[in-house]
DNA sequence: TTAAATTTAATTGAATACAATTTATATTTA
DNA sequence: TAAATATAAATTGTATTCAATTAAATTTAA
């Protein structure tokens, strides 16, 4: 029994849990980044400095699939607490160079424990954490190429 | 080979391609729900509605897990669009009661294919389209409690 | 029954996020 | 080389989202 409405309730979704946890667990980082100082995205974007030091806005938004307008001002705000530096490119005028300062690697030390006190508030099976996220890998694969 | 800091990268963290997949869905809906003229969070509240005709804010929040801060604002675009209605409660007059329009209704005719065509994007195995849904109501279970 | 506590929606302010456009620079092509 | 094209970041405008606060109404408690 149903009907050709069913597809429109919410508990037939999926996209829907996603957007749910996704907010969720943003949301859950808050108390632990705001120790750092830091937001969710400013925490992404540090990652992605902490791992590679020095890249071109361009890079960061390909690692983080953001694009220009969300990252200038997230990249303004780190440059405000003295995590990273921006500068043009030398060889490259249109490129806009981001680089970790030794504030923003001291950081890292700080943030080393967010990672298991987050994990700790999600308590997932190891099998499920991993099939989660490789389908997650998966559907991202199909909807951004 | 590790360090302590390998948990602080990007392709380590569970919650980064959460965050990633349920932002590309939202982005993905864009086309089919622009012919709607509505928004996805529009379009999830319209949801709730031509499930359940008539609610007040809060149990609207309650099952998008939003709070007034997000639904006012959306509950008055789509009373300009013209699928709800909000009115106070003449027994509570704290509560405000949106209810469905005739015109919000009919959107429901409009809306019925947007989730197969959402889900060809997708194009999700069955089996593991039914995992993810399952841990991801553990994980927001977890999280809201 | 008044006073205190609770509930509900709205408001305010900060931070995302994206589409579309603009500006500046660099590359390609005619 | 000059013009056309392409690329990168920034800007603009719209829409979320949340935390914190406010205002009004209701309920509970002293």
Redesign the pocket.
């Known amino acids: 029994m149903g009907n050709k409405y069913d597809v429109l309730k919410l508990r037939n979704q999926l996209c829907f849990p996603l957007?749910v946890c996704a907010?969720?667990i943003?949301?859950s980082y808050?108390p632990y980044l705001d120790e750092l100082d830091i937001?969710?995205?400013?925490y992404i974007t540090m990652m992605v400095m902490w791992e590679h030091k020095e890249l071109?806005?361009?890079?960061i938004?390909e690692h983080l699939?953001?694009?220009?307008?969300?990252?200038?001002?997230?990249?303004k705000?780190l440059e405000e607490k003295g995590f990273v530096t921006?500068k043009r490119s030398e060889?490259?005028?249109?490129?806009?160079i981001v680089t970790l300062t030794d504030k923003g690697t001291a950081l890292k030390e700080k943030a080393v424990h967010v990672p298991e006190r987050l994990g700790s508030c999600i308590e997932l099976d190891p099998q499920k954490a991993k099939m989660l996220y490789d389908t997650l890998y998966e559907v991202i694969g199909k909807l951004t190429k």
Do not use: F, I, M, P
Not at 39 to 42: A, V
Not at 56 to 59: L, N, S, T
Not at 91 to 96: A, I, P, S
């Open positions: 957007y907010k969720e943003v949301r808050k937001t969710y995205t400013q071109r806005v361009k890079d938004g699939y953001l694009d220009s307008g969300t990252l200038t001002s997230v990249l705000k921006r060889k490259d005028e249109r490129d806009l």
